[in-house]
C-alpha cells in the first residue's frame, strides 16, 4: 500500500482469517480517491464506483483463497468495509438513483438500523473473476456490519450498467447520510 495515500486515511482495519487477509482504509470525507487490489477484477471496479459514487477515499488491499472461488474474499472485503463504515457513521440517512449505460439503479440507507432488501436481478454466472451471486453477499455483509439498512434496486441494461449504478448509487446514498445525521 502506498504510504503516502495511507497518510490521510482516518480509518482503517485489517481482517484475517483462514482464507483471507483484507486490509482496508478508508476517510469519509474524502474526495473519491481509490486503490484497490483484491484479486478479483470486478470487486476492484465495485469498491472504485463506491467510493467515486460517496466521495470517498478507499483504500483495499485483499488477498484469499482464489484458488476455491471469490466467495471468502467478497464477503471478508465487504465485512471489513462495512465495520469500518459503522465505526464512522453512526446515524445519516441518504438516497440516490443513477443511471449508468441503460441502467437505473437507486439506493436507500439508514445508518442505525440493520437490515437489507436487493430488487435486481444478474443473468450471468461470472463477470471478471467474481461469481455474480456474490454480489448480493456482498452488499448484505457490507448493510450488516456497517450497521445500516439498505434497499437497492435496479433495472434496464445489462449486469454490468447495473453493477455500476448500484455500487454508485450506493456511494452517493452512503455519503448523504454521512452529512444527514439524524
Not at 18 to 38: F, H, N, S, W, Y
Not at 123 to 151: D, P, T, V
Request: overall charge negative; proline content about 1%.
Amino acid at each position: 500500500m502506498n504510504s503516502n495515500y495511507i497518510s490521510i486515511m482516518s480509518a482503517s482495519r485489517r481482517r484475517e482469517t483462514k482464507e483471507t487477509c483484507i486490509e482496508v482504509r478508508l476517510e469519509v470525507e474524502g474526495q473519491g480517491r481509490v486503490q484497490a487490489d483484491t484479486g478479483v477484477p470486478l470487486l476492484n471496479e465495485i469498491l472504485s464506483f463506491l467510493a467515486w459514487g460517496g466521495e470517498l477515499d478507499l483504500e483495499v488491499k485483499a488477498r484469499g483463497d482464489l484458488e476455491t472461488g471469490d466467495h471468502h474474499t467478497v464477503e471478508d472485503t465487504a465485512i471489513t468495509l462495512g465495520s469500518l463504515l459503522s465505526q464512522e457513521i453512526k446515524k445519516g440517512i441518504g438516497s440516490s438513483s443513477v443511471p449508468a449505460g441503460s441502467s437505473l439503479a437507486q439506493a436507500a440507507v439508514r445508518f442505525g438500523q440493520v437490515g437489507y432488501q436487493g430488487s435486481f436481478h444478474l443473468e450471468k454466472q461470472m463477470l471478471e473473476g467474481m461469481s455474480l451471486e456474490n454480489f448480493s453477499h456482498f452488499l448484505r455483509a457490507l448493510a450488516y456490519n456497517g450497521g445500516f439498512n439498505l434497499f437497492v434496486s435496479a433495472e434496464g441494461g445489462d449486469d454490468r450498467s447495473r453493477i455500476e449504478a448500484m455500487s454508485l448509487a450506493l456511494g452517493r446514498a452512503i455519503k448523504k447520510a454521512a452529512k444527514n445525521k439524524i
